[in-house]
């Protein structure tokens, strides 16, 4: 009954929290300076084209009828068409979206994958000089921008050894049916490995870090050495014991990480020409697509109130002391 | 005790007369130049690409400049939407930058020198965003547009130009070199076009693959947002125009040549008759005729589309005589005709639009996507193949076509960084980028490099510009322009800033357009700062002992 309160409680505080993002998020654009028709504007164009296509996108109406609209439009599930696009921008952001995902949530599960093996490994042979080689070169990659590493992976394996292909998400020229067809070809894994690997370098240093600094702690613990006193065996304890309680930060930064996996690199994509929606939101925000940039900001906004709500109860759930009050 | 207080008595007594001979001066000079005429702070609008550090530098030595003549500068650094707020929108400016795109139908000098100048274009939404308003002016660039003989036509442009240098309501900067790297073994006979480089429609026809790979890829900075023939965007009409065909395009020297229009003929300087190809097809098989056309011009004025409106409200009645000729009917003579409407408005099919927007899910005709429902359909000399968003659109050549490529392919490949634009064209995945818009220093060296690798350099049509507020003071003074433009050196921005990567704008027209280019527009930068002085001091401007400028007698902000 307790924990059910709770989560209702954290569910309602979530969606507030979501509805003064919306709120926020559509002023916000609307400050920066511009207009959503400055790209339309070009010499070629009579002098009265321009108040048309404000009328027709509905930016002729004072801010607080555009601001209602938007909010009722939102509850209907109708996010607007692209100034840019003149499609619906749902339509767009997850078009975008999904060649961000396919990317960031596979980098991102290798990288925790093998973040937490590093990680347990490194604090094994802690005091050793692995320990040290191993730290200094997951704090270089650490904290060297994404899309530098990016740019030396594309000039070493694209064009001076001729390995992958520079740049874009699938073979030039090549017809796919859909994107599951596209994603599930040769060609696609091809262009994959350079801004999946350059990804991992950076992603792979904190659970890393964490999983060993946190295996530091809890193998001080009394009970680790209770357990050792029983005369258990030391991968057994290591496994059951340490690293069930050790894995806990990782697992709750793994999942805010996901949230960010919605945002995508756009770094990344910018040097590969991946068509992500990094590339669109900031595209959307230079050129004042409103909808577009709203609709991008409010998935990820959501999914970052939703893992976090998720980080929680997975807290509660695989640490026994975390108590519902 | 005494003598310490005739020490200080001693000290302070030249003190006190110090500071009330100061204050004596002072107001004397305040008498001198009341505060009122002090000239404000200028608002100094640039537009400021971040990856543009030629265009940063330009400005730095704008304002330096300005400065110089005791002008207070409250520079303004923002993006393109943020410029054009300003300037278009708000007409909140003194100074502001902007460019120009270097586009065919910018090639006929008439647009520019009507758009940016033209008294009528001083309101809201026009493009006369300097708010210059000179009847003199007004007078030659409408009988210019009337003018149906060439020579007659000449000396009014010229006479255009040479009242645009003389006012600097606009100071054109400099004319940017359009940059096209190409991979010269694989593919020749790119046409270079004047004052486009080689992204034009006689280049994607003529290029010829030298290897077994006839598929040309090109490789392309922006994101394309929608494909419709009715649609303003750069990236949007490089695919139109590849994908419908115009009755005439503007050719490699800028004049316009026959193109779906094999011939036309003057009946009348308001009476045009348009000969069109026979036996030429649309993708989906049906004929193009003269009904198309005709369809076509009247399907815009009625529906007012935004984009081509202004191109065909000249026209007053299109008629059909037979299947392949189509005879337009003016308001009143136009010699713009050819290079303006004839080059840009695209010949749509009938059969497809004549149900748009009626029968599709959009309220107004340039916001449809064809390509949803297959149905990019046009005359030119490629078809729409497929398209995936922010990666790459493939055209397949339309072999039936009058200027059939001779390869099987074109690709628009979305390369948004300059290091894979590069790299990629050197490896081969790219085989041209039509239009490389970053540093052009480090693109020549990697050419002169590669032996592979070929360089286009052609001075833009389009240009970099200062415009000048003309409606509030002190900018309303002429004077005061021309003094501004003769500090601010073109040949200086040309040659040491973009270090040769762009050419002196001396006029609106491009150098090389001939005969429409006027070579003897006064250039005020002959003068130097010490005559832009004199100059202003001769109109009555003075400087106080800070250097800094007020106005004349009389005159206030």
């Not at chain 1, 001076?160 to 696609?188: D, N, R």
């Not at chain 2, 490089?238 to 036309?264: E, F």
Request: aromatic content about 14%; overall charge positive.
């Amino acid at each position: 009954m307790n924990v059910l309160r709770f989560f209702s409680r954290r569910l309602f505080h979530s969606i507030f929290v979501f509805l003064a993002l919306l709120t926020f998020i559509f002023f916000i654009f609307r400050l920066m300076p511009g207009d959503p028709t400055a790209l339309f504007i070009s010499p070629e164009m009579a002098a009265d084209a321009i108040q048309e296509i404000q009328k027709t996108f509905g930016l002729d109406r004072p801010l607080y009828i555009q601001y209602f609209l938007y909010v009722i439009n939102v509850c209907r599930g109708n996010f607007g068409i692209s100034y840019y696009f003149f499609e619906p921008a749902s339509r767009v952001v997850f078009e975008h979206l999904w060649n961000t995902l396919v990317l960031t949530i596979t980098a991102m599960c290798l990288s925790y994958l093998v973040g937490v093996l590093v990680g347990t490994l490194l604090a094994w042979k802690r005091g050793t000089l692995f320990e040290l080689g191993g730290m200094v070169s997951v704090l270089i990659l650490r904290s060297a921008p994404v899309f530098w590493v990016g740019l030396i992976f594309l000039y070493i394996f694209a064009f001076k050894l001729h390995i992958f292909p520079g740049g874009s998400m699938a073979e030039t020229g090549e017809f796919y049916g859909g994107f599951l067809e596209m994603v599930l070809s040769w060609e696609f894994l091809h262009h994959l490995v350079l801004p999946l690997v350059s990804m991992m370098c950076y992603f792979s240093g904190l659970p890393v870090l964490l999983t060993r600094s946190s295996i530091l702690e809890v193998i001080k613990e009394d009970y680790v050495e209770m357990a050792r006193a029983k005369g258990i065996g030391a991968r057994r304890v290591m496994f059951r014991h340490v690293t069930r309680t050790a894995i806990l930060p990782v697992v709750t930064a793994f999942a805010t990480a996901i949230a960010y996996a919605f945002e995508g690199s756009v770094l990344i994509e910018v040097v590969f020409s991946w068509p992500g929606i990094g590339r669109l939101m900031v595209m959307s925000m230079l050129g004042n697509d409103y909808p577009v940039a709203q609709f991008a900001f409010m998935i990820l906004a959501a999914m970052m109130i939703l893992m976090n709500l998720l980080a929680d109860f997975l807290y509660a759930y695989l640490d026994p002391r975390v108590v519902v009050q | 005790m005494k003598n310490f207080l005739k020490v200080r008595w001693a000290g302070i007594l030249p003190c006190m007369v110090f500071v009330f001979l100061m204050m004596v001066c002072t107001t004397a000079s305040a008498g001198d130049l009341p505060k009122e005429r002090l000239v404000r702070t200028l608002r100094f609008v640039a537009y400021s690409p971040g990856e543009e550090k030629n265009i940063a530098e330009a400005h730095k030595f704008i304002a330096g400049q300005v400065k110089k003549l005791g002008f207070q500068i409250d520079f303004k650094p923002m993006l393109r939407s943020g410029v054009l707020q300003n300037m278009w929108f708000t007409r909140n400016f003194d100074l502001g930058t902007l460019w120009l795109t270097g586009r065919p139908t910018r090639v006929d000098p008439n647009m520019i020198l009507y758009k940016l100048y033209h008294s009528e274009q001083d309101r809201p939404g026009g493009y006369n965003w300097a708010g210059y308003r000179n009847p003199e002016y007004d007078r030659a660039v409408d009988a210019s547009a009337n003018a149906m003989d060439q020579e007659e036509r000449k000396k009014l442009i010229w006479k255009c130009q040479e009242i645009a240098a003389r006012d600097v309501p606009i100071l054109t900067l400099v004319h940017q070199m359009n940059l096209s790297p190409y991979n010269n073994k694989k593919w020749a006979g790119f046409v270079n076009m004047l004052g486009n480089g080689l992204k034009n429609v006689w280049s994607w026809t003529q290029a010829k693959p030298l290897t077994k790979d006839r598929t040309l890829v090109v490789g392309y900075h922006h994101d394309v947002g929608v494909l419709n023939p009715l649609t303003a965007h750069e990236n949007n009409l490089m695919i139109c125009r590849t994908v419908y065909d115009t009755l005439v395009k503007v050719g490699p020297d800028g004049h316009p040549k026959p193109w779906l229009a094999q011939s036309w003929k003057y009946l009348s300087p308001t009476e045009v008759e348009f000969y069109l190809r026979k036996g030429h097809k649309f993708h989906d098989g049906k004929p193009v005729t003269a009904r198309d056309v005709k369809f076509t011009f009247d399907y815009i004025l009625a529906k007012k589309i935004p984009y081509h409106y202004d191109a065909c409200k000249i026209i007053k009645e299109t008629k059909v005589i037979d299947d392949h000729t189509v005879r337009v009917i003016l308001h009143h003579p136009f010699a713009p005709l050819l290079g303006h409407t004839g080059e840009q408005v695209f010949i749509l099919p009938e059969h497809i639009w004549k149900d748009v927007p009626e029968k599709t899910n959009v309220d107004k005709a340039w916001m449809w996507i064809p390509t949803a429902e297959g149905k990019l359909i046009g005359s030119g000399f490629l078809k729409f193949a497929h398209w995936r968003k922010g990666d790459e659109i493939k055209l397949e050549v339309n072999k039936e076509h009058f200027f059939a490529p001779e390869y099987e392919a074109r690709i628009l490949k979305i390369v948004p960084s300059p290091e894979a634009l590069l790299g990629r064209l050197k490896r081969g995945e790219l085989h041209i980028v039509a239009d490389y818009p970053y540093d052009g220093v480090a693109l020549k060296k990697l050419c002169d490099a590669e032996p592979n690798l070929s360089l286009t350099m052609e001075p833009s049509v389009g240009w970099y510009e200062l415009a000048f507020n003309c409606r509030k003071p002190p900018l309303d003074d002429v004077v005061v322009r021309r003094a501004m433009a003769a500090v601010i050196s073109r040949d200086v921005i040309a040659k040491n800033i973009w270090k040769g990567f762009a050419i002196p704008a001396y006029t609106p027209t491009h150098p090389m357009l001939k005969p429409w280019y006027y070579p003897d527009a006064i250039r005020w930068e002959k003068l130097g700062l010490k005559g832009a002085k004199e100059m202003l001091a001769k109109a009555g401007y003075e400087w106080d002992s800070k250097g800094r400028i007020y106005y004349p007698e009389g005159k206030t902000n």
